[in-house]
């Protein structure tokens, strides 16, 4: 068996850009609850069955402290020694805190990301679409949709809710791309932590003294939580807020112009947005690889994993398990593939994932309406994949129309 562990984890996408690494799937075919040795010789936990993860999940004896997603995470496959305790949580991350701290945090943002609050904002995230296309349509193709589009409308969308100024976006979008990539030393990646909150901290002091109508200004005027907090809420907003949706819009419309069956179905249908961007979500699963650390010896499909061990979770493997979904590596818009797992499960579970739908569909919306012709601009296989980093998708997407 000890030829088949994989030492390190697998991220190079040999099956075609959509689609698990092939080392991911035939973990999950063979043992969905794998031993993974990391390069420093190390031995954690692989996931990717899709009952074995949101069970997984749904237990908070895997703890999130582990998940060095949020700032250890360049142990992974750097060659660096794995703590083998979580290093403590900076104030206001809770996506790596466990209960009752996580509880506490996320109860203040619950209000502001409410379903009613955020269909509320469908109007004006429709604008920003328009706005956005209109600028690009302005240019002489080819251009970079990531660059014209799919960055700047969540980032447009998050920077208005948080209060945070747009102009500011070269200081926080260069460092949270910075602070996202996979294989950098942890001084490489607390540099970009710092100086995106250096910059928050800043915003946030105002905001305490003079707030304003946005959601960092009503969590500044809640004087139970430290300046401190503040910066870290509002970093994890910010960060998660553009960076998944962004890459959503890219890699789905990707995905979709290399699937010309189903765009030409979605353009010929629109009423079918609603489930096209729940397949979009289940089949490319951006948000891929997150991590839990055992706080106590625990079962997991089959197998025991020792208290310590880090224990990485692939969702993108889950949502494609065949066990789970009927031919899951099809792009099928009309599946309806409910139960799906790529905003995560249980208490972690996507704070944002109303807004995130509903910026995808306008986003996939307005663009296809703008862009009868649409189509790429380079040979499918010269689109830079983002293997490189924590959140999939691609790097630049040139189109033209
Ligand atoms: C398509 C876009 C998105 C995807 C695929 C996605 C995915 C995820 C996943 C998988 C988790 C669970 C992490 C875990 O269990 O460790 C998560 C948590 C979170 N997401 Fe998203 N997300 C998206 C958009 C957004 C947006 C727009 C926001 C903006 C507000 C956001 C804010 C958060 C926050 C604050 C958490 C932590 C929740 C907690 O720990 O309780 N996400 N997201």
């Known amino acids: 068996m000890s030829q088949t562990i994989p030492q390190g984890l697998p991220t190079a996408r040999d099956a075609g850009p959509f689609d698990p690494p092939s080392e991911i799937t035939r973990l999950r075919e063979t043992r969905p609850v794998s031993p993974m040795a990391f390069p420093d010789g190390h031995q ?17 004896r895997f703890s999130s402290r582990g998940d060095i997603d949020v700032l250890h995470e360049p142990y992974e496959n750097s060659g660096m020694p794995m703590p083998t305790e979580p290093s403590p949580t900076p104030p206001g991350l809770f996506i790596a805190m466990d209960p009752p701290d996580h509880t506490r945090l996320r109860r203040k943002l619950i209000g502001a990301f409410t379903v009613k609050r955020m269909k509320m904002l ?49 200081t926080f979008q260069g460092s949270s791309a910075q602070f996202l990539v996979r294989d950098q030393t942890l001084e490489e990646k607390m540099a970009a932590y710092g100086a995106m909150t250096g910059y928050l901290a800043q915003l946030v002091v105002g905001k305490r003294a003079e707030p304003g109508e946005d959601i960092l200004s009503d969590l500044a005027r809640d004087e139970d939580l430290s300046i401190e907090e503040l910066v870290g809420i509002g970093f994890l907003l910010l960060l998660a807020g553009h960076e998944t949706t962004a890459n959503m819009l890219a890699l789905g419309t990707f995905a979709l112009l290399e699937h010309p069956d189903q765009l030409a179905a979605l353009r010929a249908d629109p009423e079918l947005m609603p489930d096209a961007v729940e397949e979009l979500l289940r089949y490319l699963s951006v948000g891929d690889i997150f991590y839990r650390y055992a706080s106590e010896d625990l079962e997991l499909g089959g197998e025991t994993i020792p208290q310590g061990s880090t224990v990485v979770v692939s969702l993108l493997a889950a949502n494609r398990d065949p066990r789970r979904f009927d031919n899951p590596d099809a792009l099928d818009l009309r599946r309806q593939g409910r139960g799906h797992l790529p905003f995560g499960h249980g208490i972690h579970q996507c704070l944002g994932q109303q807004l995130a739908r509903i910026e995808m569909r306008a986003g996939f919306k307005g663009l296809l309406q703008r862009f009868p012709g649409l189509k790429l601009a380079v040979p499918a296989d010269e689109v830079k994949l983002r293997t490189n980093m924590q959140i999939y998708g691609v790097h630049g997407l040139p189109v033209g129309w």
Do not use: H, N
């Open 122 to 170: 469908e109007e004006r995230i429709a604008e920003i679409v328009q706005r956005q296309l209109d600028e690009m349509a302005r240019l002489t193709p080819p251009v970079d949709l990531v660059k014209e589009f799919a960055l700047p409308v969540p980032s447009l969308v998050i920077c208005e809710l948080l209060g945070v100024p747009y102009a500011d976006r070269e």
């Open 44 to 60: 954690g936990w692989l996931v990717t069955g899709y009952e074995e993860v949101r069970q997984l999940m749904a237990d908070t």
